[in-house]
């Protein structure tokens, strides 16, 4: 089965709301995390990274939460705009792994 | 530009058909992968490089070949397309993987087998 997964499929929120993404992973090895974002007909595309050595990072409108005592990762994004409509999803590698490992992704809809 | 790109970006071919998805990075990164992302799976790693003659398996590497001769480049080749490998592919470079860096990946190649 999958090592990462998301608990929804389709988010919907309102534009200016601010959105929360969450991620559960199962490997317990696990020491780095990423979000991507997804658009249309797009490659992934590099939001913010979050090793296991921390329980917060923040970036530009964007916060990346850790808590590995539940194996959940959560990405928050402030002031959601309609440019960050897309699919995003987390992935985890351990040291040791070549290859990142990718849930199956979460879509966001920004409603006027 | 510099980065990574994929060619072609989408492609159709018949059930038994042989056919190479291109990848080329202009970074140098000692890493390159491909992914494939069909719905309801994520992506998934097919096969990956640590570096030039040095090629390894991911998840799902039946029915795929992959090469390096060079850095910047790696070539996925299917040699007997299926209908199940109809999907969108993904190539991806990286710094490292023993470190923690993000890949950086192209546009896609969307590839229908008929």
């Known amino acids: 089965g999958e090592s990462v997964g998301l608990h929804l499929p389709t988010l919907s929120v309102q534009e200016g709301d601010n959105s929360i993404i969450n991620c559960a992973y199962s490997?317990?090895?696990?020491?780095?995390f990423i979000w991507y974002k997804q658009e249309s007909g797009k490659g992934p595309q590099f939001i913010i990274d979050?090793?296991?050595?921390?329980d917060k990072r923040q970036g530009q409108r964007v916060t990346v939460l850790l808590n590995k005592t539940v194996k959940h990762l959560s990405l928050q994004i402030a002031a959601t705009q309609p440019g960050d409509s897309a699919v995003y999803f987390c992935a985890e590698k351990s040291g040791g792994a070549d290859g990142l490992t990718f849930g199956k992704g979460t879509h966001l809809i920004i409603q006027p | 530009d510099a980065g990574i790109t994929q060619s072609p970006r989408y492609k159709i071919t018949e059930t038994g058909r042989q056919v190479t998805l291109m990848c080329h990075q202009t970074w140098s990164h000692s890493y390159m992968f491909w992914y494939r992302q069909d719905l309801g799976h994520g992506l998934r790693l097919i096969y990956y490089?640590?570096?030039?003659?040095?090629?390894d398996k991911g998840e799902v590497p039946d029915g795929y070949v992959v090469s390096r001769s060079k850095t910047e480049n790696f070539p996925l080749t299917l040699e007997s397309a299926t209908r199940s490998q109809t999907s969108v592919y993904f190539c991806?470079?990286?710094?490292?993987?023993?470190?923690?860096?993000?890949?950086?990946f192209g546009q896609g190649t969307r590839l229908t087998v008929v």
């Open positions: 490089s640590a570096a030039a003659d040095i090629t």
């Open positions: 490997n317990s090895a696990s020491d780095y």
């Open positions: 991806a470079s990286s710094p490292s993987t023993g470190g923690y860096t993000e890949a950086f």
């Open positions: 979050i090793r296991s050595n921390m």
